[in-house]
């Protein structure tokens, strides 16, 4: 007959926490917390008048669908990876490293749409938050296709699968951030322009 170890009275069992998962949602938070600082920053000196309209580039738009895109081949990769289907985890991480890499272009000529504009980082406040509020963007996605090609490295390694979900689950709920977080900048930028 099978013996199970008692658990004396009294007794709490304790729960671990994966330490690179605490420490990247450690990051998550610090970049949080310097975003909403910056966007606190751009509210106070627009208030302080003399603000003008921007015409935001119409790349903005592209951008955001591809950041969308992008979370949803990232989500069919980890869906993937729960049935260990390695076709599609590779299909999912690869569709999503593109997409990646055409939302960075996409920044980067969209800043050239902003120059056309007279709009430059250094002058008018109001343009240099539109640098520093994409250009800090664009760094922490670097960041995210750097961690998604160790992934996708990984997947062709046959290291991601069912039995082993923790570095993309961390790439999953990184690139969900970094997703929401360019969405909540557009939204701001618009809303406050």
């Not at 749409?113 to 250009?135: E, K, M, N, R």
Request: charged share 10%; hydrophobic share 55%.
């Amino acid at each position: 007959m099978e013996r199970h170890a008692e658990i004396p009275l009294g007794t709490v069992r304790v729960r671990s926490v994966n330490p690179k998962k605490f420490a990247m949602w450690l990051f998550i938070i610090t970049v949080a917390m310097l975003f909403a600082a910056l966007t606190s920053a751009y509210l106070v000196k627009q208030s302080e008048g003399n603000w003008p309209e921007i015409v935001f580039p119409s790349l903005f738009n592209t951008t955001s669908v591809l950041i969308v895109l992008s979370s949803i081949s990232l989500h069919f990769a980890y869906i993937a990876a729960k049935r260990n289907n390695l076709l599609q985890i590779r299909i999912g991480l690869a569709v999503t490293t593109v997409l990646a890499i055409s939302f960075l272009v996409g920044q980067y000529l969209s800043w050239g749409q902003l120059i056309s504009q007279d709009v430059f980082f250094v002058g008018h406040p109001a343009g240099s938050f539109i640098y520093v509020f994409t250009g800090l963007h664009a760094v922490h996605l670097i960041g995210g296709i750097i961690f998604l090609a160790i992934v996708l490295y990984n997947a062709f390694n046959y290291k991601v699968h069912s039995k082993s979900l923790n570095q993309l689950e961390m790439c999953v709920t990184y690139w969900h951030f970094l997703g929401g977080l360019w969405l909540y900048l557009y939204l701001f930028l618009v809303l406050n322009n």
